[in-house]
């Protein structure tokens, strides 16, 4: 397997066909409907975090882009990339607010969103 990337989706179509097209370019993929994943980062290690900005399961009233901001503030996590997917018109915004190193807008063509991972994956 390749690199490993961490997919926080709540809508299982859209995260099922992320976790298919990166699984396809021999991506090793982790892959939750919740930010409760994230509890696991250290025994995961992932190379990207894709993470959804409106993520409806989530316990609390965090969103991607609070998330995002946490994790990106945190020296143990600052080195993971992020990017923020949403369908969202201000996602660029919402991104550079969340301090994410990228953004993907939903609707997503995969070529493009295989394209992001492996500008971002490290």
Partial sequence: MGKKIMVIE???DIRETIVYALQEENYEVIASEDARILKQLNHHKPNLILLD???SDWKSDANGEQISRQLKSDPATSHIPIIIVSAVSNIK????AGLADGYLRKPFDLVELV???EKFAK
Avoid: F, G, P
């Fill in 10 to 12: 709540d809508d299982t």
């Fill in 115 to 117: 394209a992001m991972v």
């Fill in 93 to 96: 915004e919402i991104s550079e």
């Fill in 53 to 55: 900005n409106w993520l």
